[in-house]
């Protein structure tokens, strides 16, 4: 007997949820804080406004198309055009996570940060997975003028560190995405640690060979 075809969007709707509710049962979201998005072939699906990551209901998660509009599920994130810049800059992006953190949100609160590179090149992992992060001047949650400054940096950057807020990361595919988010999160804990000690960042020649050994969009 036939399996039954499940489609894409099924399927992406499932993987929402499963990996949400892993980042939250690991702490790596808190209450309703948080969004997710992926790409589909005819739009793109998003989790919900005031929705918990860790309770979600793959059938009421938001599908929108490109202009923004509602076509099945529940409201979507009042930050889907955060989302949805990264999608515009980014061509190639299938999935973009935004988490409030602990560590990098802890960062994202630090005076003094270098605006180009807020966090430095502590481990070839965090160079191989996010790269350079910028960290975007502060906005209130919900300001669309933090969709034209997303859209102006996605070009160059997959990932930002959002002043006072936390970050926003975009991946291939879900998976992607997701263990580049874990990975700000984890370099971001390291550099609070090692704040006041002296380190040792890669240089910029093993930056470049990570680059050309592992073939970087970076």
Not at 46 to 65: Q, W, Y
Not at 78 to 95: Q, T
Request: charged share 20%; with cysteine.
């Amino acid at each position: 007997m036939n399996a039954p075809i499940i489609s894409e969007e099924t399927r992406e709707r499932d993987k929402i949820a499963r990996l949400s509710r892993s980042l939250y049962e690991r702490g790596l979201t808190a209450g309703s804080s948080g969004n997710i998005s992926a790409r589909l072939a005819d739009g793109w699906l998003l989790t919900p406004t005031n929705s918990c990551l860790g309770e979600l209901d793959p059938a009421r998660i938001s599908k929108l198309d490109w202009q923004g509009n509602l076509l099945a599920g529940d409201p979507p994130s009042k930050e889907a055009f955060l989302h949805r810049s990264l999608y515009e800059a980014r061509p190639r992006a299938g999935a973009v996570v935004h988490l409030h953190s602990t560590h990098a949100a802890a960062v994202s609160c630090l005076a003094g940060l270098d605006p180009a590179n807020c966090i430095p090149p502590l481990t070839p992992y965090f160079v191989m997975k996010i790269g350079r992060l910028p960290l975007v001047p502060y906005h209130r949650p919900g300001d669309k003028a933090l969709g034209d400054v997303i859209r102006n940096l996605a070009g160059k950057h997959a990932a930002a560190l959002l002043a006072n807020h936390g970050p926003v990361v975009s991946g291939p595919d879900l998976e992607g995405a997701i263990y580049a988010a874990e990975e700000l999160e984890e370099t971001a804990k390291i550099f609070l640690m090692l704040r006041g000690a002296p380190v040792n960042c890669l240089t910029a020649e093993q930056i470049g060979e990570l680059k050309a050994v592992f073939k970087l969009d970076i």
